[in-house]
């Protein structure tokens, strides 16, 4: 009975979290862009562009859902709800920090802790694939249907070099639990280099990295891998048909794939929710120093506005950001809070990475997009993998 | 619990493998099969082999059904035609099936008839290091076979399709 609650609530509480923030993903990622390009971005919504994403899902939700006539009805429908199922469903496996006791319960900071942890995620990016290729076919659209074709190739073909690059990691942790794979990443080489798998002991990791990341952009459907949705080729891909809240689906089933790809990247190749120096030479005063630095700034550019409303707003975020750094300072928060905040500045900066190379680089051509995959990732992958393979087997 | 889920997931793969020949449009039937693919899966998990559960959704339900209807939409396969059926079908259909379901009940009862009810949560086998240790002692030499059938299998393939382009 105590388990059934404690995950009803934690659920609850992921449900809620991880949706708010795939809504403000969106906010960060206009702003973002935006501001690469020398432009404002939403700022017209609430302070900063804030409540646009509020805004945005308003729209969508009271937005009339036509249903073309001349569509798969029941594939239709079903499309965009799977993806969505299947993309929110990984974050059930993903831990985010140690563990919380509340009023005498203890609890890990993750809903599940399966002994198959990774493979999970990895089934689920695999069954995604159905949600876009039933959407493009059942939408009876040349141009949905193409972008569905490309897409399920695509998916298939970065598969591969994303599971060899993950399996390289794992051969180092030898376990398959995500919990434990971030537990072997603790300690630090010459007491200060931690022992993340990019900076393992007998192979680092860097390559599997860099080849994980890769595909990760090729498996959430991004640019520069964006082919099913290429505008310019296919008006927008498999999603053309779709409107009002399936469509809204379809965003959502990729932002969360996003973050589920960078938790993961995050959790196997940065360690997770361990410090990137010891705890001795004062890594938790980061979180308070670098929110005291926001604050302080926020401050300054409200005495000295350069937009009027800034008067008002900034020091209101300044003060914010001023307590949240004091709370990170107290000391029986900070067990529960530098794990968390740890992971969410890796998560959160891998993200970042998602969103300046979408404000960055052009779309790759789609015979380039698959001779990369088959003729150069695949292969680096395989070399990387039989590299650690014998490394680790020579070490042990 | 365990039987409850059990029954369920044992219900929907025969849903859906019943529904995979009833549908007469292909995709319809491979999304059955995917069904029936991920209620096994379901089936494996509960008898305590969680990482085969996981191959078999990864490998199957994934890898496998995507091609399958990757080929489907590629060649725009419609909805098959429903002619009558011939006399032979319909004088000797329900008998044989009869014949078939009783010949199955009877090689189960005739080799299987001393297995006891199976216990869920007994068998701790199924890890992803049993299946390693397994697949590179005792049956290494049927491993290595089959990755040698299915290495024939794709230059097959790539043969075949390099005639196509002359």
Redesign the interface.
């Known amino acids: 009975m105590e388990f059934i609650v404690i995950t009803l609530i934690k659920t609850a509480i992921i449900a809620f979290v991880l949706l708010t923030t795939l809504a403000y993903l969106q906010w960060v990622e206009r702003k973002v862009i935006a501001h690469v390009q020398v432009r404002m971005g939403p700022s017209r919504v609430g302070p900063h562009g804030l409540l646009q994403p509020l805004a945005d899902v308003i729209k969508l939700i009271t937005k009339e859902g036509v249903l073309p006539p001349h569509v798969n009805k029941f594939f239709y429908l079903l499309a965009p709800f799977f993806a969505v199922f299947m993309a929110l469903l990984s974050i059930s496996v993903i831990p985010f920090g140690t563990s919380i006791t509340l009023f005498g319960h203890t609890t890990a900071m993750q809903m599940t802790d399966l002994n198959v942890g990774i493979l999970v995620i990895l089934a689920n990016s695999s069954m995604g694939v159905y949600g876009i290729a039933l959407g493009g076919w059942a939408s009876n659209n040349k141009y949905s249907l193409l972008g569905g074709l490309r897409s399920s190739a695509q998916m298939i073909s970065y598969e591969l070099p994303l599971s060899l690059a993950v399996a390289s990691p794992l051969l180092i942790a030898g376990t398959l639990s995500l919990r434990e794979i971030v537990n072997m990443q603790a300690g630090y080489h010459f007491g200060f280099i931690p022992r993340w798998a990019i900076f393992a002991y007998p192979f680092p990791q860097i390559f599997a990295f860099i080849i994980f990341m890769i595909s990760a952009f090729a498996e959430t459907n991004r640019i520069p891998f964006d082919l099913p949705e290429a505008e310019n080729e296919l008006v927008a891909g498999f999603h053309v048909e779709y409107s009002s809240m399936k469509f809204a689906a379809f965003f959502m089933a990729e932002y969360a794939n996003m973050v589920t790809v960078c938790s993961v990247a995050t959790l196997l190749f940065l360690g997770g929710w361990l410090p990137p120096w010891p705890v001795a030479y004062g890594s938790n005063f980061v979180a308070s120093a670098i929110l005291f630095v926001a604050g302080a700034v926020c401050i300054y550019h409200g005495l000295n506005p350069a937009r009027p409303f800034d008067r008002y707003t900034l020091p209101v975020f300044g003060v914010m950001f001023f307590g949240l750094g004091a709370v990170m300072l107290v000391p029986f928060m900070v067990p529960v809070l530098m794990p968390l905040f740890w992971f969410l500045a890796k998560t959160g900066f891998l993200l970042f990475v998602f969103i300046w190379i979408r404000a960055t680089l052009p779309r790759f051509r789609y015979d380039q997009l698959m001779g990369f995959a088959w003729k150069f990732l695949f292969p680096v992958a395989l070399l990387n993998l039989l590299v650690t393979g014998l490394l680790v087997a020579l070490a042990s | 619990m365990d039987h409850l889920f059990f029954f369920l997931f044992g219900f929907i793969a025969v849903v859906c493998a019943i529904n995979v020949v009833l549908q007469k449009h292909p995709?319809s039937s491979a999304?059955s099969l995917?069904g029936v693919m991920g209620s096994i899966a379901v089936l494996y998990l509960q008898l305590g082999a969680?990482?085969i559960?996981?191959?078999q959704?990864?490998v199957y339900?994934?890898?496998v059904m995507?091609?399958f209807?990757?080929v489907i939409?590629?060649l725009n396969a419609g909805s098959e035609e429903q002619r009558g059926r011939s006399w032979t079908a319909q004088l000797l259909g329900i008998p044989a099936l009869m014949v078939f379901l009783g010949l199955i009940a009877y090689f189960i009862q005739r080799w299987f008839g001393d297995a006891g009810v199976v216990k869920f949560d007994n068998f701790q086998g199924g890890?992803?290091q049993n299946v390693g240790y397994a697949l590179f002692t005792d049956y290494l030499l049927p491993f290595e076979v089959t990755s040698v059938l299915i290495l024939v299998a794709i230059l097959g393939a790539i043969v075949l399709a390099r005639k196509e382009l002359d």
């Open positions: 995709i999304l995917i969680p990482f559960a996981m191959a959704i990864i339900a994934g890898a995507v091609l209807i990757f939409m590629l890890t992803a």
